[in-house]
C-alpha cells in the first residue's frame, strides 16, 4: 500500500517512517519482470494522480525492485541493517562475553532470571502494553527519538496484528525477567530461517547489568536451538547493533522525479 499527503505530491509507502523494510511481496520470490513492472505501475498511478515524485526508501539490498530498476528510477544509499548469522562460527564469542556472564551471575543472586518467548495471541497482548511503556520510559528522555509506542493509534495498530500474524507463526515477543521484574523486551516477526527484531527496549532502573545485551544472548542460544540461521536486527546502526553483528547490508532508496510539474 501507498499514499501521499495533502499538499506534498509525493507517493511513499503507508508504512514509512515505520517500516524498516519496504518491498514488494509476492509468493513465489517476484521475478525481475513482475518488478519492472510493478515500478512501472507505481509511476503510472503517480502521474495519473498528477504527483510530483515517489520516494521508495528502504528497500532491501536484496529485492526484486533494485534488480529491475531503470532509468528514470534512480538509487541512493539507506539505512544500515546488522545482523547475526547463527551458524557463524564468532556467534560463540557473542554468548561467552565475560562482562555479560558477570552481570547475569550478580542478577542471579538477586532472583530467578527467565527468558521467555511468547508466540500466542493471548501471552503477547497480555504482555504488550508492559513492553510499550518500557520503550517509551526508555527512549522519551532521549532528544530526536521518535517514540513508535506512544502514539495510540500506533499502539492499536501493531496490538491489532498480533491475532493474525500468530496465526502465521510470523511474531514474537521476548522477555527478560528477574522474578516478575520485567528487565528488557524484543519485540519481532519470524520466518522459518530468521526472526527480524523489530524493537527492543530495556528497564532503565537496571541498566548497569546490560539487561537488553542478556536478553539478546539468550535469544541467540535460543534461535541456535530452535535451528533458525539468523538474527536480522533490521535498520539502524545503534552501536549494540553494530557490536554483535556478523555481517551488515545496506538498505537502498528509490526515487522518481519530475512527473508532474
Known sequence: PMAWSPGE???????????????????????????????????GAARAAQLRAVEIGEVPSASALLAAMTEPWTVSDA?????????????????????????????????????????????????????????????????????????????????GAVPNLTTLGAVALHELRLDDNPLAFYYGYRDATTFYGYRPSYNIRWKRYSPG???????????QVQGLTCFDMM????????????????????HLTGLYL
Not at 23 to 37: F, M, N, V
Not at 81 to 106: D, F, N, Q
Not at 107 to 125: F, N
Open 213 to 223: 545485551a542478556l536478553l539478546l544472548r539468550a535469544m541467540v542460544q535460543s534461535f
Open 79 to 159: 539505512s544500515l541493517c546488522p545482523r547475526i548469522a547463527l551458524t557463524s562460527e564468532t556467534v560463540a564469542k557473542i554468548v561467552s562475553r565475560k562482562e555479560h556472564a558477570m552481570k547475569a551471575r550478580r542478577l542471579s543472586r538477586m532472583g530467578r532470571i527467565t527468558h521467555i518467548e511468547y508466540r500466542e495471541a493471548d501471552t503477547i497482548l497480555g504482555r504488550l502494553a508492559v513492553f510499550f511503556a518500557q520503550h517509551v520510559r526508555q527512549w522519551s528522555a532521549r532528544l530526536g527519538s521518535v517514540l513508535t509506542f506512544s502514539d495510540p493509534e500506533l499502539a492499536r495498530f501493531y496490538a
Open 9 to 43: 505530491d509525493v507517493l511513499r509507502f503507508l508504512g514509512e517512517p515505520w517500516a524498516d523494510y519496504t518491498d514488494a511481496l509476492a509468493i513465489p520470490k517476484p521475478s525481475p519482470e513482475h518488478a519492472r513492472q510493478l515500478l512501472a505501475g507505481i509511476a
Open 235 to 254: 535498520r539502524g546502526s545503534e552501536s549494540y547493533k553494530l557490536d554483535y553483528a556478523t555481517e551488515v547490508t545496506r538498505n537502498k532508496a528509490l
